[in-house]
């Protein structure tokens, strides 16, 4: 089990930057596959990225792709996601979540048992 909590959020003008960190405790971390979730107001969450237990396979949402960057560094206990270019439409809260090993079904919100508390990204025009 671990517990996960993410920093990094704020308030950005759309085309800046953001890096986004979500920082576990327990000596497993790396035994866990990473994924970023996204929920903006009134919309359901949606998946954004993930990264396999090694880091040797990530995932993104069309929506992110080539502008957001996912990484780990197991010795830190740290899950990143870097936000570049970043538009009004991701503003969301972005949530950090775990799952025990790998899966196929990387965008699958059931996949990932544990979350973090998520931390509000705010985009401006």
């Known amino acids: 089990q671990v517990q996960l909590v993410e920093s990094g959020g704020g308030l950005v003008q759309a085309g800046g930057s953001l890096r986004l960190s979500c920082a576990a405790s327990?000596?497993?971390?790396?035994?866990?596959?990473m994924g970023w979730f996204r929920q903006a107001p009134g919309k359901e969450r949606e998946f954004v990225a993930a990264?396999?237990?090694?880091?040797?396979?990530?995932d993104y949402a069309d929506s992110v792709s080539g502008r957001f960057t996912i990484s780990r560094d197991n010795a830190k206990n740290t899950v990143y996601l870097q936000m570049d270019s970043l538009e009004p439409e991701d503003t969301a809260v972005y949530y950090c979540?775990?799952?025990?090993?790998?899966?196929?079904?990387?965008?699958?919100?059931?996949?990932?048992?544990?979350w973090g508390q998520g931390t509000q990204v705010t985009v401006s025009s």
């Open positions: 979540a775990a799952r025990y090993g790998d899966t196929w079904s990387t965008k699958r919100q059931y996949e990932y048992p544990y």
């Open positions: 990264i396999s237990v090694i880091g040797t396979s990530t």
């Open positions: 327990g000596r497993t971390f790396s035994s866990y596959a």
